[in-house]
């Protein structure tokens, strides 16, 4: 098996994903759907329909996928494609579906090898339907796609966007990595199922004048692996980040600058979150005052006043629900473990991920990172690794320290 090209999404890894092409302009995209999860370390096995093939060439399908196209319940050497298919795929998913496609399976039709395949499976499915908005919008359509959500299958919807012929309106193919973060939530662990987690990323922007800052090296890569870990196990997530990057498909994002608009992004959503995991570098000082034209050497200033910013992180701690787990993150270049350690204890957290930024290849701006996860009774060392690999093993933290919350519970 070849080394996947992106390790970090770690739930396709290996899985026998079937990727079902109708005929439909978007067709094309089923492409970039295909590389995506092949990089991710899936074996897709393709089949299109006879339609799909006036829209894109077999060949291209076969080349990217991990074998040939399937196309016909009647031409392969196998008599039973579509039991083969279905009985040995961790996951269907059928980009794009057409009306047609989602009137036959509704209705439990098998017209074709797709169709025939999507009714002899057990594994979950996925359809990502695109259409003309006039088609997306007929009730047919609709009672189809509610009739196959209500049995559980997942429907990544269409969107507003450029349509085959140049029209705008509802009903263009969601985007390749949409339908790739949906196919790797389906086949994820669910183990952050139902829960609100909010993670904060970047370092804070501390105004000195308008066009002036103050701020650290943090570049937010590992708080959004983090949201994107906790996306793929099923969490809803609000990253609160300082970085003006787009967020992994399913993540909402909230823009903030400074320490104190990080603060008053996060506390009114505080209350209700499961989960809360601070890997921003909130900065310790701001200047003391903003000046409200830009500062000219002529000015006269020789230094910048400073004042200490408000550590939110220790409100959180202090008013934690019970329901809640809190992680705040240690970034060190010395004594890692004490100083985390003191810091887990001061801020009352529920974990800590404590990192050494003076390290080869960990922390800021790096992809990959090293960490020691501490809680009151517990040390866990992650050895250097990928951020979205860190990111799963403080996440399998959380969990476990959710899970002993809930006994301890029980016991009572
Ligand atoms: N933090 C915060 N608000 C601040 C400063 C830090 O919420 N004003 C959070 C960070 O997001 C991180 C944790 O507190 O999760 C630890 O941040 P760090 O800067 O390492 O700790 P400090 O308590 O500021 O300690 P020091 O700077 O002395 O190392």
């Given amino acids: ?29 089923a492409v970039e759907v295909a590389r995506r999860l092949v990089d991710a370390g899936a074996h897709v096995a393709p089949i ?20 040939p196209v399937q196309k016909s319940l009647w031409d392969e050497t196998s008599p039973i494609p579509h039991t083969k298919l279905g009985q040995g795929a961790d996951l269907i998913v059928v980009a794009p579906a057409t009306a047609r496609l989602l ?51 997942t429907v990544v919807d269409a969107e507003p966007g450029r349509l085959a012929g140049g029209d705008i309106g509802h009903g263009r193919l969601a985007a390749p990595a949409t339908i790739v973060a949906e196919v790797e939530r389906c086949l994820g662990p669910n183990d952050l199922a139902g829960m609100q987690v909010i993670v904060s990323a970047g370092g804070t922007q501390e105004a000195i004048d308008p066009v002036r800052v103050i701020t650290n090296r943090s570049t937010g890569k590992q708080g959004y692996a983090l949201a994107a870990a906790a996306y793929a196990r099923g969490a809803q997530v ?15 994002v909230v823009r903030v600058e400074s320490a104190a608009d990080m603060q008053a992004a996060i506390m009114p959503l505080a209350a209700a979150a499961h989960v809360i995991i601070m890997a921003a570098a909130v900065a310790d000082f701001r ?41 705040g993150f240690a970034a060190e270049t010395q004594d890692l473990e004490a100083n985390a350690r003191g810091k ?55 969990v476990q320290q959710r899970a002993s919350i809930a006994s301890s519970v029980n016991d009572r």
């Fill in 287 to 327: 200047p003391a005052s903003v000046a409200e034209n830009k500062i000219k050497k002529g000015d006269g200033i020789d230094a910048i006043a400073l004042q200490r910013t408000h550590d939110f992180l220790v409100d959180l701690g202090a008013q934690k629900p019970a329901h809640q787990t809190l992680v």
């Fill in 238 to 252: 609000t990253l609160v980040s300082t970085v003006d990057q787009p967020a992994h498909p399913g993540v909402e």
């Fill in 48 to 67: 299109m329909t006879n339609a799909a093939h006036r829209f894109i060439g077999e060949t291209t399908l076969s080349a990217l996928c991990s074998e």
């Fill in 344 to 398: 887990l204890e001061r801020k009352k957290l529920d974990l800590i991920v404590a990192n050494d930024v003076s390290m080869d290849g960990a922390g800021f701006a790096h992809d990959t990172n090293q960490v020691v996860i501490l809680s009151e009774n517990n040390r866990v060392v992650v050895p250097m690794a990928n951020k979205r690999v860190i990111s799963d093993a403080v996440l399998d933290a959380v």
């Fill in 103 to 153: 009137g036959s399976y509704a209705a439990g039709i098998s017209n074709d090898l797709l169709t025939a395949t999507l009714l002899a499976t057990a594994a979950p499915v996925v359809v990502c339907p695109a259409m003309h908005t006039e088609m997306w919008e007929h009730p047919a359509v609709q009672e189809n796609l509610a009739t196959l959500a209500r049995r559980g299958v």
């Fill in 1 to 29: 098996m070849p080394t996947p090209a992106n390790p970090g999404l770690s739930s396709l890894a290996n899985k026998r994903v079937v990727l079902g092409v109708c005929g439909g302009i978007a067709a094309y995209k």
